[in-house]
């Protein structure tokens, strides 16, 4: 007896929600198709009716963990509710649920390029996003200052999440938080 398209349809989304949370968590290479899958309740051989391939359950698990992001961009409408909420110890301590181009920097530059595609298109996205979010002043090019706040923001959020002694990653992502509000006046 076989799945209806619905059943399948279901399978698919919580194969690729898996996924989203487990890359974010442990990286493009960290975890295995089979473990995915077992985790989705699936068995591995049951891939291949998903997928053609592992680049692209990453590059369909990235657009299902980028639906995350669109979320908290919805509901977030100044810089300083986006520095407030991003660079926090929660976000910190829980890249399974929070921002996949920070959670996935350091491996986009080894991904294919077809999810190297997929980031840059949401990284454009984001900035855009975020010229918006960037206050006027008569100094300095608004899109330059939301370059320079999502390259500080991802590298924070990266930075305190690499150290082991917790202090200074409370550290790093306070005065991040607070050096750019100041720069973004």
């Known amino acids: 007896m076989g799945y209806s398209k619905s059943d399948k349809a279901e399978t698919h989304a919580r194969i690729l929600n898996v996924a989203a949370k487990r890359f974010r968590e442990l990286g493009l290479e960290g975890i295995g198709v089979a473990d995915v899958m077992k985790e989705a309740g699936v068995t591995v051989g049951g891939f291949y009716k998903h997928f053609d391939s592992r680049d692209e359950l990453v590059v369909e698990a990235l657009a299902t963990a980028f639906q995350d992001l669109d979320r908290w961009e919805e509901s977030t409408e ?10 926090t110890e929660e976000h910190r301590d829980t890249p399974g649920a929070g921002c996949a181009l920070g959670a996935l920097l350091g491996d986009m530059s080894r991904a294919s390029r077809s999810a190297k595609a997929v980031y840059t298109a949401r990284l454009k996205r984001t900035l855009a996003y975020s010229t918006g979010l960037v206050p006027q002043n008569g100094k300095s090019d608004r899109r330059a200052r939301a370059i320079l706040t999502i390259s500080a923001m991802l590298g924070a959020i990266n930075l305190s999440r690499a150290v082991s002694d ?15 509000l100041s720069l973004n006046k």
Do not use: F, G
Not at 78 to 87: E, P
Not at 166 to 180: A, G, N, W
């Open 78 to 87: 100044t810089l300083t509710n986006a520095l407030n909420s991003y660079l």
């Open 166 to 180: 917790p202090k200074l990653s409370r550290e790093i992502l306070q005065r991040t938080r607070d050096e750019l």
